[in-house]
C-alpha cells in the first residue's frame, strides 16, 4: 500500500465541460400544476440547473477541503482517505467512509 500527496484541483477542461453539458439540458414538458406528481418538479431541476452553471464555486470547494489531511491510498483501489485524529484517545480506531449519491463523506 502507497500513501502519496494529494491536492485537490479539478482541471479548468473538466468545469468548462460541466458548464457546456449544463448549458445543454434538454428540458421535458412538464404537466401544469402536476409538481412532483410524475417525477422531479421542473421549476426544481432548473433552480439547481441554474445553481451549478451560475452560483456554485468549485475553487471556493476545493479550498475548504484543502486543509483536510486528505491523502490517496493505492491497494489494489484508488482511495482517498482521511488519517484518524488523536484528538479523543492515543491510539483512535480508523473509519472508513466511502462517497455515495448523491452526497459526499464530507457531509458527515
Known sequence: MAIEAFKIMF???ALLHTQEKLAQTRWTDAVAGSGWTY???IDYMM???DYWM???DWRRHEADLE???SVPVSDGWDENSLPPCARTRPAPLPIILTHGWPG?????
Open 39 to 41: 417525477g422531479v418538479d
Open 47 to 49: 433552480a439547481i440547473r
Open 11 to 13: 482541471q479548468m477542461w
Open 54 to 56: 451560475n452560483r456554485f
Open 67 to 69: 486543509p483536510a489531511p
Open 104 to 108: 459526499s463523506f464530507w457531509k458527515c
